[in-house]
């Protein structure tokens, strides 16, 4: 009888870390890929305290203006300074924005305007990401309590929209942008700074 009882709380066992894995091994598959919609909207209007104020990122001066009472602030019409630019939905806390990264930092060198989006973050821990990791963003838009991301329709991090130059949102990608999809969905609209 012990044995059966054994035997069966085994099996029970083995079926419960099988699906954890299975579980896991799809939550990552699903966070890996990127789905992508066309869109024909206007990004929302909006006023937000600028995280990254200089192209040249000095952590230093960077930490003295976020705790500034005198922080600049950022509309729509900054960031639609050329025909096309990426606007990345990102965090610190988001693990999966760390693979698109080094990718996002390749575009940057090519002359791709990024415009980030901090999303529900630290000030203090996105700019760590950045002195740290290297910042691929011309100017980083600070949205600590998630309210213009609410108005764009986030989902997750990341995401990244593809703006043109009249504040129409062009494309929506959810997920992480790497080489495959920049090829396919965005490289067309940067002719010229493709590398």
């Known amino acids: 009888m012990h044995t059966s009882v054994r035997n069966k709380l085994i099996a029970l066992f083995s079926v419960a870390v099988a ?5 896991s091994y799809a939550l990552d598959n699903k966070q890996q890929t990127t789905s992508v919609s066309d869109q024909k909207r206007a990004f929302p209007e909006f006023t937000a305290e600028k995280l990254v104020t200089d192209e040249s990122f000095d952590s230093e001066a960077l930490s003295s203006e976020i705790l500034s009472s005198e922080t600049a602030k950022l509309t729509l019409t900054d960031i639609t300074q050329h025909p096309y ?3 990345n939905v990102w965090a610190s806390w988001c ?4 693979t698109e990264h080094a990718f996002l930092l390749e575009l940057q060198k ?3 305007p990024i415009v980030g989006l901090n999303y529900r973050d630290n000030p203090g821990a996105a700019l760590n990401v950045l002195s740290n990791d290297g910042n691929p963003y011309g100017t980083v838009i600070s949205d600590p309590q998630g309210k213009l991301a609410l108005e764009l329709g986030v989902i997750g991090t990341p995401e990244t929209y593809l703006v043109d130059a009249e504040g129409q949102i062009v494309k929506k990608l959810l997920g992480v942008i790497n080489e495959s999809v920049w090829r396919k969905e965005l490289a067309h609209y940067f002719k010229g700074k493709n590398g």
């Open 85 to 87: 630019q990426l606007v």
């Open 19 to 23: 699906l954890v894995v299975a579980f």
């Open 110 to 112: 090519k002359g791709i």
């Open 95 to 98: 693990g999966i924005c760390k």
